[in-house]
């Protein structure tokens, strides 16, 4: 997650001609060592959208859909949640959570992960560290099960949840209805949506205070104007025209396999501006 620094110009040269041919979240689009300069990246905080997280149960397991929602409902008032979410957004520490290996003879919480969304799922060598994956841990103790993690791409969540080869999946999910055909949701344990980020020399949205505002900038943009974003994500969605009330963006769009990525395209030039999750988006400008 701490990944930062590009330091010599080959390294730079080859992410930029990565990020120009990216298409999805399958694909290898920098190298290990790339890293986003954001000191000079500044947030429009403006809501574009509004979205709620929430863990996608399998069908079949009303039972533990139900226990997850009275731990996600309780955990919501009694400071279990706010204590989670302190070790990202306030003074505390990240605490690391470990996988234990997958066993039909034990009694397991098999959980379908992604391992790169910042802050609330991403990973170091073997610990994984996040919101979302302190929050199942903490969810697998309160039913007394062994917690086991497996990593896989975004885009094969639902239906590896719906097939029954996890009980459950979590990597900030928002809710909508095509994904509810695969899975059950719990009730929302995060609010949040999308906003945009640019240099900070770039002025033409300094002066847009509400939703409105920025929408009718973006429908002016061109195919001189680059937008990156995650893709396989409601920001990806927005700017397509798939939400409710924006009809999308005639500029060019270039589609990341992570919102890191994304703003790493912004600093080298090949993208204009940013759209992501407000919450991700900000906690990576402020960890550069």
């Given at each position: 997650?701490?990944?930062?620094?590009?330091?010599?110009?080959?390294?730079?040269?080859?992410?930029?001609?990565?990020?120009?041919?990216?298409?999805?979240?399958?694909?290898?689009?920098?190298?290990?060592?790339?890293?986003?300069?954001?000191?000079?990246?500044?947030?429009?905080?403006?809501?574009?959208?509004?979205?709620?997280?929430?863990?996608?149960?399998?069908?079949?397991?009303?039972?533990?859909?139900?226990?997850?929602?009275?731990?996600?409902?309780?955990?919501?008032?009694?400071?279990?949640?706010?204590?989670?979410?302190?070790?990202?957004?306030?003074?505390?520490?990240?605490?690391?959570?470990?996988?234990?290996?997958?066993?039909?003879?034990?009694?397991?919480l098999v959980v379908?992960?992604?391992?790169?969304?910042?802050?609330?799922?991403?990973?170091?060598?073997?610990?994984?560290?996040?919101?979302?994956?302190?929050?199942?841990?903490?969810?697998?103790?309160?039913?007394?099960?062994?917690?086991?993690?497996?990593?896989?791409?975004?885009?094969?969540?639902?239906?590896?949840?719906?097939?029954?080869?996890c009980d459950i999946?979590?990597?900030?999910?928002?809710?909508?209805?095509?994904?509810?055909?695969?899975?059950?949701?719990?009730?929302?344990?995060?609010?949040?949506?999308?906003?945009?980020?640019?240099?900070?020399?770039?002025?033409?949205?300094?002066?847009?205070?509400?939703?409105?505002?920025?929408?009718?900038?973006?429908?002016?943009?061109?195919?001189?104007?680059?937008?990156?974003?995650?893709?396989?994500?409601?920001?990806?969605?927005?700017?397509?025209?798939?939400?409710?009330?924006?009809?999308?963006?005639?500029?060019?769009?270039?589609?990341?396999?992570?919102?890191?990525?994304?703003?790493?395209?912004?600093?080298?030039?090949?993208?204009?501006?940013?759209?992501?999750?407000?919450?991700?988006?900000?906690?990576?400008?402020?960890?550069?």
């Amino acid at each position: 997650m701490f990944k930062r620094i590009i330091s010599a110009m080959l390294p730079v040269i080859i992410c930029i001609i990565m990020l120009t041919s990216c298409k999805n979240r399958e694909e290898n689009l920098v190298g290990s060592d790339a890293k986003e300069d954001n000191s000079e990246v500044k947030i429009i905080d403006v809501m574009l959208t509004e979205e709620e997280y929430g863990i996608g149960v399998c069908k079949d397991k009303p039972e533990l859909l139900k226990q997850i929602n009275a731990f996600i409902e309780k955990g919501l008032v009694d400071g279990t949640y706010d204590e989670i979410t302190g070790h990202y957004f306030g003074d505390g520490e990240p605490h690391a959570v470990y996988s234990e290996t997958l066993d039909s003879s034990k009694d397991q919480l098999v959980v379908a992960t992604t391992g790169d969304f910042e802050p609330f799922d991403y990973d170091e060598g073997n610990a994984y560290y996040g919101i979302d994956k302190e929050l199942v841990k903490a969810i697998a103790d309160s039913l007394g099960k062994e917690l086991v993690l497996q990593n896989m791409n975004f885009d094969i969540l639902f239906i590896t949840v719906s097939q029954g080869k996890c009980d459950i999946c979590i990597a900030g999910i928002t809710i909508n209805d095509e994904r509810k055909e695969y899975v059950d949701f719990s009730v929302p344990y995060f609010r949040v949506g999308q906003c945009i980020a640019t240099k900070t020399g770039n002025k033409e949205l300094d002066y847009a205070k509400t939703k409105e505002d920025v929408e009718n900038i973006l429908k002016g943009f061109d195919k001189s104007v680059t937008i990156a974003v995650e893709s396989e994500t409601t920001g990806e969605e927005y700017l397509e025209g798939q939400v409710e009330n924006f009809e999308g963006v005639r500029c060019n769009v270039l589609k990341c396999q992570t919102l890191h990525d994304c703003l790493i395209a912004l600093n080298n030039g090949s993208a204009d501006y940013v759209i992501g999750d407000s919450a991700t988006l900000k906690y990576l400008i402020a960890n550069e």
